[in-house]
């Protein structure tokens, strides 16, 4: 099945960043938003934010407001998540999905990545 | 915060039909979209607003959302059905996409 192509393994250091990319399945995002997800080991998944790639329109979760910046390439076909600060407990999967046409929406969550892998030691 | 409650885990046997539900306060109000994780693989949404699949989705796979309590049923189940999944909303009150505990779906 299609997915979104997100970069590589990381491996960061407690206080440090960590940028992950999320390039679109299909070249590019059009009008979509784009939601970043994560998922702890043995953990459920926990909403990060969401960007409009087209408009630069972002939000986050209020539990990352401080530490995350989301952004995209003026073509719309890339997506970034940067998250600073890192703790050991960031150590996670990250995913990239496409939603709706807001950052806030019912709509589902329709195409994934195929999850970036962040370690935090 | 909106909470969304999973049992952690469903066993069936194959060909059998598991029933995986989704407890939250007037879930009934919202709209629920159910993701199917795989290890290694992207999610893949099986069930989105209650009861409507996507394209490719097998019919086995169907939803419903009930007053307190949303349902993904998977009929005739089959070995490629273990998964974890998860329901999910979004909660207008805290503005926020919220995720159920997600229940792990074992084939016997």
């Known amino acids: 099945q299609a997915h979104h192509v997100q970069s590589g393994t990381e491996v960061k250091k407690s206080g440090s960043s960590v940028k992950v990319s999320c390039k679109a399945s299909g070249g590019t995002f059009g009008s979509n938003a784009v939601k970043w997800v994560r998922q702890a080991p043995g953990q459920g998944l926990e909403w990060v934010g969401a960007?409009?790639?087209?408009?630069?329109?972002?939000k986050s979760a209020q539990k990352f407001q401080d530490r995350v910046t989301i952004t995209a390439d003026e073509s719309a076909t890339t997506v970034y998540m940067e998250l600073r600060s890192l703790r050991s407990d960031d150590t996670a999967v990250f995913y990239c999905?496409?939603?709706?046409?807001?950052?806030?929406?019912?709509?589902?969550?329709?195409?994934w990545g195929q999850g970036t892998m962040v370690i935090v030691s | 915060s909106y909470v969304l409650t999973q049992a952690p885990s469903v066993s069936v046997a194959p060909g059998q039909m598991a029933t995986i539900t989704c407890g939250g306060d007037n879930l009934a109000r919202k709209t629920v979209h159910w993701y199917q994780l795989k290890p290694g693989q992207a999610p893949v949404l099986v069930v989105f607003d209650d009861s409507d699949r996507p394209s490719g989705i097998p019919e086995r796979f169907s939803g419903s959302n009930s007053g307190n309590t949303a349902s993904l049923t998977i009929s005739g189940v089959e070995a490629g059905d273990e998964a974890d999944y998860y329901c999910q909303v979004w909660d207008t009150y805290s503005d926020h996409y919220v995720f159920g505990t997600g229940t792990k779906v074992t084939v016997l």
């Open positions: 999905a496409r939603g709706g046409f807001n950052v806030n929406d019912d709509d589902p969550f329709d195409l």
């Open positions: 960007i409009i790639p087209i408009f630069g329109t972002t």
